[in-house]
């Protein structure tokens, strides 16, 4: 089995948002519109961090699947392609967090 990546879940909402929305939750998000899919990646983020503060591991590997799949949609409906977010996470590599925290300040 090939490994199954963001990207490839990128691809599906991006053929999913112009299916009916009768038959996709994807159409339905991406007719709805930005707020209505910002509200569901919120709840879906609540969600995360309850299941994270609960401690329990399963409810917290599910809710994480909903949160990136909702995020994928948010990115879609913003026209912001995954390759930009990872652009920007690739320069981030090469400082810490902290460090860029730091200069951030200054
Ligand atoms: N990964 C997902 C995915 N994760 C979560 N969800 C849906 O997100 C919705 C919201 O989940 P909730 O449990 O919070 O739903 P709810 O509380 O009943 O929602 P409300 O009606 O109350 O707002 C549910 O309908 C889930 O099925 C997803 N829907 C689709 N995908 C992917 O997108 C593909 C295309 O899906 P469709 O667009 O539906 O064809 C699928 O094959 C999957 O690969």
Do not use: C
């Not at 990207?7 to 991006?14: N, R, T």
């Not at 998000?29 to 930005?34: D, E, I, M, P, V």
């Not at 329990?56 to 809710?63: A, G, I, P, Y």
């Amino acid at each position: 089995m090939t490994e199954f990546t963001l990207s490839d879940l990128e691809k599906i909402v991006a053929r999913r948002a112009l299916a009916s929305p009768d038959e996709s939750w994807t159409a339905k998000l991406y007719t709805a519109g930005q707020r209505k899919a910002a509200k569901k990646l919120g709840e879906e983020a609540v969600e995360t961090v309850i299941a994270a503060i609960a401690g329990d591991r399963d409810n917290l590997t599910d809710e994480s699947a909903d949160l990136l799949y909702h995020l994928l949609v948010v990115l879609k409906i913003a026209d912001i392609p995954l390759s930009d977010v990872l652009k920007v996470l690739e320069k981030r590599t090469a400082q810490s967090g902290l460090e860029e925290k730091a200069n951030r300040r200054e």
